[in-house]
C-alpha cells in the first residue's frame, strides 16, 4: 500500500496556492504526452555548498533572479539608482512594470516615484510598482512612500541547503510541459488559480501571454501535477549559473491538501541538483507562514528579505 506523509497543515494548502473562468484541465485521452515525465530522483541528500558562500551572497542570487524573471520581457532602462522595467504588451501586469531600486538617490525617493511616473504614464499604466534590492533602504523610505499613497509589500528569499523531510505523493504524476494538449491545461491551471484571487479576465490573460513570451528567454522549464490525467498543479525553473530559481507554484483548490505543491516543487529542486546547478532558491510573502513552513521541509532557509511598494 502506498503511504505519503502531510507535512503541513489545511491552511497552508489553502494559502500557498495564491499565486496564479475554468477552461480544460484535463489530457484528452489518447493525447501525445510530453517529452519527459517524473525526472529521476537523485538520493535524499543535503545539497552541497560551494565553499565560503555567504548568506549575503545566496540572498544576491535570489534577487538577481528574481529581477531577471520579472523583467524578462519588459524594457528595461538602467538608472543610477536602478533601473525601471516597463512592459507596454502587458501594462495591467504588476511586477513586469516598475521600479527596481539598488540605491536612494541622494535626491530622494521621490526622484523614483517621479521617472516611475514618466514612464508609466506614457504607457497609459495607472498603478505604480517598486522594489527594492536593499530592505534597509526600503524601511529608510517607508514613511515618505506611504506618505504618497503606497502600501508595503514583503517577501523572503530563501534557498535550499538541506535536507528534505517531506515524503511525496507517489499518486501524482509529475509531467513536463511540451504538447500543445498540456499547454492548454497549464493554462487552464493558471485562469483558475487566478480567478480565485480576484483578477480580472485581462490581468489573467496578460499574465499567461507574458508567462508564455517568457519561457524561452529565460529557458525556464515547466512542470505540471496530475491525478489520474487531470491537471492539479503546476511549478516552473528558471535555470541560472549559480541558482536556479522557482518562479511559479500553485495548486488547484479542489486538489489541496494532497502533497501537490510538495511534490512538484521537491521535483524542479531536485531538477536544479541534475543540473548541475550549486543552489535552488525561491521568493514567498513574508506572512505566508504555511508556505514558509512548507519550504523548510523541504531543505529551504531564509536568506534576506525583498521590500517592495505599490500603489493602485
Not at 495564491?18 to 530522483?41: C, Y
Not at 537523485?42 to 545539497?47: F, S, T
Not at 517577501?155 to 499547454?183: F, H, K, Q, Y
Request: charged share 30%.
Amino acid at each position: 500500500m502506498k503511504v505519503w506523509v502531510n507535512c503541513r497543515s489545511r491552511r497552508s494548502e489553502e494559502t500557498l496556492s495564491r499565486a496564479l473562468p475554468s477552461v480544460v484541465t484535463e489530457m484528452p485521452k489518447g493525447a501525445p504526452k510530453g517529452k519527459s515525465k517524473r525526472p529521476p530522483t537523485p538520493e535524499r541528500e543535503a545539497v552541497t555548498p560551494v565553499a565560503d558562500t555567504r548568506f549575503d551572497e545566496l540572498f544576491s542570487e535570489v534577487l538577481q533572479a528574481s529581477f531577471a524573471t520579472l523583467s524578462s520581457v519588459s524594457r528595461v532602462q538602467k538608472r543610477p539608482w536602478g533601473a525601471l522595467a516597463i512592459a507596454p504588451d502587458y501594462p495591467a501586469v504588476h511586477d513586469a512594470n516598475m521600479a527596481w531600486v539598488e540605491r536612494v538617490p541622494k535626491s530622494g525617493i521621490g526622484q523614483v516615484v517621479l521617472e516611475l511616473d514618466n514612464a508609466t504614464r506614457s504607457q497609459g499604466i495607472s498603478f505604480r510598482h517598486i522594489e527594492f534590492a536593499d530592505p534597509e533602504a526600503a524601511h529608510g523610505v517607508r514613511d515618505a512612500l506611504v506618505d504618497m499613497g503606497f502600501e508595503a509589500t514583503r517577501n523572503v528569499a530563501m534557498v535550499r541547503l538541506g535536507v528534505s523531510t517531506c515524503i511525496r505523493n507517489p499518486d501524482l504524476e509529475v509531467r513536463e510541459v511540451d504538447t500543445p494538449e498540456e499547454w492548454e491545461v497549464f493554462d487552464a491551471i493558471f485562469s483558475e488559480l487566478h480567478e480565485e484571487s480576484g483578477y480580472s479576465d485581462e490581468v489573467s490573460r496578460e499574465i499567461i501571454e507574458r508567462h508564455r513570451a517568457r519561457l524561452s528567454k529565460l529557458k525556464e522549464r515547466v512542470y505540471m501535477g496530475l491525478f489520474g490525467g487531470e491537471g492539479a498543479g503546476v511549478a516552473t525553473l528558471v535555470p541560472r549559473t549559480r541558482l536556479a530559481y522557482v518562479a511559479e507554484v500553485g495548486t488547484r483548490p479542489k486538489f489541496r491538501r494532497r502533497g501537490v505543491a510538495r511534490t512538484l516543487v521537491e521535483e524542479v529542486s531536485n531538477l536544479g541538483q541534475q543540473l548541475g546547478i550549486p543552489y535552488v532558491g525561491l521568493t514567498t510573502a513574508w506572512d505566508n507562514d504555511p508556505a514558509r513552513a512548507l519550504y523548510t521541509s523541504l531543505g529551504y532557509q531564509a536568506v534576506g528579505e525583498r521590500r517592495g511598494f505599490h500603489k493602485a
